[in-house]
């Protein structure tokens, strides 16, 4: 069935440097993938997305590059900050309805002052 | 712009009861999609609602049911209630139509608890 799969479950780094998160999902058909933040208590919020016929895109500290071939798609934050901190959720639209997204478990990322 | 609200924030139901969320969709946005994310988990699919129709269906059972109103807010049903229904109830909107892809919008969520 249709699976999403992210890496690492926490991630914690020093403020100033880069975190990497790792998604792979199973449905070839998936062609949108957006990334979302959620703080403690708070709602989801999109930080970016990427569509299937684009290999890379960045908006400042943030990018995603994702690699359809071996249906892979990451998150990239450089020169994180303490207010990053949140947990992170990857997705994948659903091959067979293309209004479902598929959610990928989290990544509790903590960055340390 | 108005975002997406839901009602309520909070509640705590016993098992084998009912319960009814709301949701107010962003000004503008003609589909309301559910979404259950129980604690320390990614969200995941519930229904989706456009033209006041359901629009595909996650793996939930039947007790799970919902409606959209002609305004585009939408109401979710939740029967004969289980513990393992205990999550945070999140409504997104989006101004998509009945087969794009687009960014969804949610809300706060409605946190259920039963005991």
Redesign the interface.
Known sequence: GENVEQHPSTLSVQEGDSAVIKCTYSDSASNYFPWYKQELGKRPQLIIDIRSNVGEKKDQRIAVTLNKTAKHFSLHITETQPEDSAVYFCAASSGDSSYKLIFGSGTRLLVRP | ETG?TQSPTHLIKTRGQQVTLRCSSQSGHN?V?W?QQAL??????IF?Y?REEE??R?NFPPRFSGLQFPNYSSELNVNALELDDSALY?CASSP?G???????F????SRLTVL
């Open positions: 997406v589909t999609s979404y320390g988990q990614g969200p995941q699919f989706q456009y629009n595909g996650g999140l998509a009945r087969s794009n892809t687009g960014e969804l949610f809300g706060e969520g």
